[in-house]
């Protein structure tokens, strides 16, 4: 039955703590039972923003350009059922003030036809893709695939019917845990494929970068210099963060769209 949105104020309630229950998960008993329930089967991608990629090989004509966006178009354009939310939980939990708080969400695919009505609204097509392009343009990124947590907290399902598009903050995202949960779970969040980011000599060790725009605080001054870690989603925040233009996001035209889009596709279908 789908939770109502009293279910939902419950759950923003219980946001706050999401740092605390992510460090359980490093409990070896914790971790196995939080992973069965709630993360087993999962796959998403963090998809760079458009306007910070460097695209290794020339393309021409310009139209034909790899652009992590089309993951998230290809997927709108399958789905027969598209459903956004009326707000971002994330970032209404933590009275978000540098992100719009009603840009919610995208759900694609027949679960979503279950949601309560109350807390959004079926969108057509076009709907759904201007609901993206709003998201880019407020500075949010993309986080597509299947998340079980969705369809936990807006009890529809099955969960390989649910196709979950987020649009991320820095500041108040969900997966901010991701550098306290049990390795099991994080892995379930990668970057997009072919996606490097680099930092190259041009960095001057202004620390610009290391101050509240890596959401899962990859990126440190090591020597003078900016270093980023594995733990690095690809997101390019702090390509655009850089002063001085010193980190790079480069994705390979061969390994990105079409990986990604295999990758989710057997997770969930939207069709």
Not at 37 to 64: C, K, S, T
Not at 90 to 119: H, M, Q, T, V
Not at 137 to 155: C, F, Q, S
Not at 247 to 262: F, G, H, Q, R
């Amino acid at each position: 039955m789908p939770h109502s949105p009293r279910f939902a104020a419950v759950v923003k309630k219980l946001f706050p703590t999401r740092f605390v229950l992510s460090r359980a998960t490093r409990l070896p008993v914790v971790g196995r039972i939080a992973y069965r329930i709630a993360f087993e089967g999962d796959g998403m991608i963090y998809l760079p923003q458009d306007r910070v990629i460097a695209v290794n090989e020339a393309v021409d004509p310009p139209d034909e350009m790899v652009l992590p966006s089309q993951v998230v178009e290809h997927f709108v354009e399958q789905a027969t059922y598209h459903w956004i939310m009326n707000w971002c939980l994330c970032r209404d939990a933590s009275k978000c003030r540098d992100y719009p708080i009603e840009l919610g969400c995208l759900f694609l695919g027949e679960a979503a036809s279950r949601i309560d009505p109350r807390l959004g609204h079926r969108a057509t097509k076009e709907e759904a893709l201007d609901h993206v392009r709003r998201c880019r343009e407020a500075g949010l990124v993309h986080l597509i695939g299947r998340n079980k947590l969705d369809p936990l907290w807006l009890g529809v399902g099955p969960g390989d019917r649910l196709l979950t598009i987020c649009h991320c903050c820095p500041c108040c995202c969900l997966w901010r845990v991701l550098p306290y949960v049990s390795p099991q779970i994080g892995d379930q969040i990668s970057r997009m494929p072919g996606v490097t980011v680099a930092v190259s000599d041009r960095c001057v060790g202004c620390g610009t970068c290391t101050q509240g725009v890596c959401f899962v605080d990859a990126i440190h001054l090591t020597g003078g210099r900016s270093a980023i870690s594995d733990a690095c989603r690809g997101c390019g925040r702090c390509v655009s963060a850089c002063p001085e233009q010193a980190i790079e996001l480069t994705i390979d035209p061969e390994l990105s769209v079409e990986a990604s889009i295999a990758r989710l596709s057997p997770l969930v279908d939207v069709s």
